[in-house]
């Protein structure tokens, strides 16, 4: 047999994307998918039963990545959708919009500095969504996520799209590498081990609240101050590692995919599906902060507030205040200059 070009369903093609609308299960949209976060997410995606329809957007390269996908034999069927007049179609319909579109670190760098690149594709990708799917859940994963989560919201707002309990900023791999790290100095098995990350997602906004892990954290004042520098500083330890050929991809795929089908479980009705992520909230004096979230049908059913913090918690919570206030103000401003440009 000889194809011209990779096979994928008829229902893919774009006179007919209003049929992926109507197909039974669930539909989850990948924005950024040819990417280094995106393609391994969407292998994971794939495979996940609660999902019958699997979104793949990027700027270039996904017919490539959903025809390889697309022969793998799980019941969920892939649409390809290539270059910026099809990202509107490619999330139609969707429950659940995961964003990794954007530029990564290069060592030296901090995840601010990524803002003047990333911050134009999350207002893209908010303007499409608020026409497309506004009743979806969205998982922003692209960084810095401190500032980008609050430009998406300033955009839906001014799209009249916004819905509070509906936007997140990815904070699951800090929580990921809190339990991989914790789970080595406590001698138990990774999954075995509970703590709540709470902040934001750099550097000492990240808060991991050590002295509510589960198991009991024994080790002495240094050793845990030595473990939370690790988790704060996870990021960059990959991106020097990678040097210069991009930040954490796989381990921020496995985060990414944990945490959407924890939104799609809470879609189901599941009970007591419990994740940290970043959205707008009052439980501080920052408008957007982590903490653990009960997910349901509609997205945050309830936000479970500050986990008990002992002295030093309480010391780190107060120093990240001003700086997290900071980023959130970066990005109403931004949000507001590049509405006021459109
Ligand atoms: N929240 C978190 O914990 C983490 C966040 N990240 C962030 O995720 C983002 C993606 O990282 P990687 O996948 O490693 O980068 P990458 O460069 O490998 O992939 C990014 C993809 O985005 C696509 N893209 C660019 N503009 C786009 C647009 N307007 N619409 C759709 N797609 C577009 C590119 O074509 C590329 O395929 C970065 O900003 C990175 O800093 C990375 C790791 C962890
Ligand atoms: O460090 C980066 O630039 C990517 C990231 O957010 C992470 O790995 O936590």
Redesign the pocket.
């Known amino acids: 047999m000889k194809f011209s070009q990779p096979i994928l369903c008829k229902q893919c093609s774009l006179a007919n994307w209003e049929n992926v609308m109507f197909r039974r299960g669930l539909k989850v949209s990948v ?8 393609q391994p997410l969407s292998l994971l995606l794939k495979q996940n039963p609660l999902i019958k329809t699997l979104s793949l ?5 996904t017919r490539g990545v959903a025809a390889d996908l697309s022969h793998i034999c799980s019941d969920c069927h892939v649409c390809s959708f290539e270059g ?1 007049g099809q ?1 509107k179609a490619s999330l139609v319909g969707a429950d659940v919009v995961v964003v ?6 290069k060592p030296g760098m901090t ?1 601010d500095q ?1 803002l003047d690149a ?1 911050a134009s ?1 999350a207002a ?2 908010a303007k499409a969504i608020s026409d497309a799917c506004p009743g979806a859940l969205l998982a922003f ?3 810095p ?1 401190n500032t980008i989560v609050p430009i998406v919201a300033e955009i839906l707002k001014s799209e009249d799209a916004y819905d509070p309990k509906r936007l997140f ?6 929580v990921v590498r809190a339990k991989t790290f914790l789970s080595d100095s406590l001698g138990v098995e990774p999954q075995d081990v509970n703590v709540p990350v709470i902040g934001g ?1 750099a550097g000492t906004t990240i808060l991991p609240i050590i002295s509510q892990c589960n198991p009991k954290f024994e080790g002495s004042d240094e050793e845990r101050e030595q473990l939370v520098h690790r988790i704060q500083e996870a ?1 960059t330890e990959v991106v020097k590692a990678k040097a210069g050929k ?4 796989l381990s ?1 795929a496995f ?1 990414g995919a944990h945490f959407v089908n924890s939104l799609l479980r809470g879609i189901n009705g599941e009970e007591l599906v419990i994740e940290c992520a970043y959205v707008e909230s009052d439980v501080s004096e920052a408008d957007y902060f982590s903490t653990p979230l009960l997910l349901g049908p509609k997205g945050i059913e309830e936000n479970l507030g500050l986990p008990d913090l002992d002295e030093i918690e309480e010391a780190a919570l107060e120093k990240l205040i001003p700086v997290l206030k900071k980023n959130i103000h970066t990005g109403v401003e931004y949000a507001q200059a590049i509405i006021a440009d459109s």
Not at 31 to 38: D, E, F
Not at 169 to 174: C, M, P, Q, S, Y
């Open positions: 924005v950024g998918a040819a990417g280094g976060i995106g957007y990027d700027i270039t390269s910026a990202m990794a579109a954007g530029l990564p670190r995840r990524l990333n594709v893209s990708v994963i692209t960084n996520v900023g990815v904070t699951t791999l800090d997602h990021g991009g930040s954490a991809t921020m985060a």
